[in-house]
């Protein structure tokens, strides 16, 4: 077998769909997306399939997969991994079709028959997501993820500090004790303002705080964790093994978040979570994106130990209407219920893509990019 060609579908409401076809007539199916920076990683892929990729065998994924990352003598940072994880997502989606398994079956087999997972609330800029919390409690969700912090100052105000308090307080008595919230710093407070937040935030028991820095500033973790018993998260905006490693090694983490479609795949996502496993930290995917990076978080979830939750960005409640559903031949392939998702059991990464709809849909004019923040004064604030 080997690859033939691939295509590139550029689709609302911020996606990047890569299509591999092979000689067999298997089509493999990734997403490579860094969200802002889209046609970027779409000229990375087109660069790593023809100058490497095209009529080689899709079936040596380690190899393939070495020679992308380490045949760059610049390597590593969000646009090159962005674009490996799409390739080595559809390189895994054509294996398990050629075995005719779902890809965890070919990752050592499932551990587990379902997935919990959580969906986002409020918004860039949080305001009353109380009401917002509750609707998702009555859809069956057991977890949820909510912003809580908007533009915030390097040392900021009394006032600002009780908002955030406020804000999470009020999302925990709408909830109850027994749902799990996870409270997203998003990297828009400074190592200071994080101490304080988290150490205010105690009484209300988050399930962890994703990113109470920038991942810039991971060695600040260690002096956050020393002021809480509250668990530290971080790694969505990090790329490959190497940049877990040392922070792994501090001991300054109890949550990884490694992205699907930003580490390099399923191939480097597995990686991650094996080298977390003997540090005692969990792994809670990041999923933002489609359908596509969420069916290969899916398989990887599946087959490690590790795992406590999974991130999704688009809602199972809104049956055929809108994305991700209108890309799918099979509408309701995410079975959702209780707080968990069903295994995708079907071959490959276990989804049927309506390619003619994402041909369509990828007619229109994709302009995405993050909207820029700034302080009273005038300067640029972390968004």
């Known amino acids: 077998m080997n690859i033939t060609g691939y295509e590139l579908y550029e689709v609302p409401p911020r996606w990047v769909f890569l299509a591999i076809r092979t000689d067999t007539g298997l089509t493999g199916w990734g997403e490579p997306i860094v969200e802002g920076r889209a046609k970027t990683v779409c000229t990375a892929v087109t660069e ?16 393939h997969w070495q020679a992308m990352y380490r045949n760059n003598f610049y390597r590593g ?3 090159l991994m962005s674009a490996i994880a799409g390739i080595d997502q559809a390189l895994w989606d054509i294996k398990g079709q050629q075995y005719g398994m779902p890809v965890y079956e070919l990752l050592g087999g499932r551990c587990r028959d379902r997935v919990r997972v959580y969906q986002w609330i409020g918004g860039d800029r949080p305001a009353e997501i109380a009401s ?10 057991t977890a949820i993820k909510m912003d809580a912090i908007e ?11 009780q908002t955030v308090t406020n804000r999470v307080k009020n999302v925990r008595q709408a909830v109850g004790e027994t749902v799990d919230i996870v409270v997203d710093f ?7 303002m994080a101490k304080r937040l988290v150490h205010a935030l105690e009484p209300y028991e ?10 810039e500033y991971n060695d600040n973790l260690g002096s956050i964790a020393d002021t809480t018993t509250v668990p530290l998260a971080t790694g969505e905006r990090m790329y490959s093994r ?19 479609s930003h580490a390099g795949g399923i191939t480097e996502v597995t990686k991650i979570a094996s080298m977390a496993h003997p540090y005692d930290v969990s792994v809670a995917l990041n999923c933002p994106i489609g359908p596509i990076a969420l069916a290969a978080s899916m398989q990887v979830c599946a087959s490690i130990s590790n795992l406590l939750i999974q991130d999704h960005g688009f809602a199972f409640s809104e049956g055929t209407s809108g994305p991700p559903h209108e890309y799918l031949s099979d509408p309701d392939a995410f079975e959702f219920e209780a707080g968990f998702l069903s295994l995708l059991s079907e071959p490959g990464l276990g989804l049927d893509i309506d390619e003619d709809a994402v041909r369509e849909k990828s007619q229109q004019e994709i302009d995405w990019h993050n909207p820029v923040w700034r302080h009273e004064d005038g300067s640029i604030a972390e968004w």
Request: glycine share 6%; proline share 12%.
């Open 206 to 215: 988050p399930m962890f705080i994703e990113e109470p820095v920038l991942p």
């Open 132 to 141: 917002e919390a509750e609707a998702l409690v009555e859809a069956g969700y």
């Open 186 to 192: 998003r990297g828009r407070a400074s190592t200071p």
């Open 77 to 79: 940072g969000p646009i």
């Open 242 to 260: 190497w940049d877990f490693k040392q922070l792994l090694e501090s001991g300054n983490v109890d949550v990884v978040q490694p992205d699907i």
């Open 151 to 161: 533009r915030m100052r390097p040392i900021d105000s009394p006032s600002t500090i």
């Open 48 to 63: 790593l399939m023809d100058n490497y990729l095209l009529g080689k065998d899709p079936l040596r994924i380690e190899d």
